[in-house]
C-alpha cells in the first residue's frame, strides 16, 4: 500500500515556473514507476510524465516535452515535476501516481493515486 501527497500547486502567470511534489509513504518507494497526470475541466486524464523505479528512464508527453522534468529522490520517497515556461493551456489539476511494474503513460496501469493539487496559468 502506497500513500500519496501532492503538493507545490499554484497560480502562476503564462511563462513562469512551478515545482510540484509527490510524498510516497511507506518503505518500498524504489519498488515503485512513478508518472504524472492532469486533468481540466471537462476533459479525460492525460499523461504528462513518468520515471522508471531507479530514476534513469523518463517519459513525456509531446504537449510539455522541454518545459517539465520529472525526477525522483528514492531516499527522501518523493517524486518532483519541474515545470517551467507554463502556458495557459497547462491549467489542470496535476496528480501523482504509483505503479509497481514499468512506467508507463497509460493511467489505468498506476494502482495508486493522490488527492491532486491544482496548477492555475494566468494569460
Known amino acids: 500500500q502506497v500513500q500519496l501527497v501532492e503538493s507545490g500547486g499554484g497560480l502562476v502567470q503564462a511563462g513562469g515556473s512551478l515545482r510540484l511534489s509527490c510524498a510516497a509513504s511507506?518503505?518500498?518507494?524504489?519498488?515503485?514507476?512513478m508518472g504524472w497526470f492532469r486533468q481540466a475541466p471537462g476533459k479525460e486524464r492525460e499523461f504528462v510524465a513518468a520515471?522508471?523505479?531507479?530514476?534513469?528512464?523518463?517519459y513525456y508527453a509531446d504537449s510539455v516535452k522541454g518545459r517539465f522534468t520529472i525526477s525522483r529522490d528514492n531516499a527522501k520517497n518523493t517524486v518532483y515535476l519541474q515545470m517551467n515556461s507554463l502556458k495557459p493551456e497547462d491549467t489542470a489539476v496535476y496528480y501523482c501516481?504509483?505503479?509497481?511494474?514499468?512506467?508507463?503513460?497509460?493511467?489505468?496501469?498506476?494502482?495508486?493515486w493522490g488527492q491532486g493539487t491544482q496548477v492555475t496559468v494566468s494569460s
Open positions: 520515471i522508471s523505479r531507479s530514476g534513469y528512464s523518463t
Open positions: 511507506g518503505r518500498t518507494f524504489s519498488s515503485y514507476a
Open positions: 501516481a504509483a505503479r509497481g511494474g514499468g512506467a508507463t503513460s497509460g493511467p489505468t496501469m498506476y494502482d495508486y
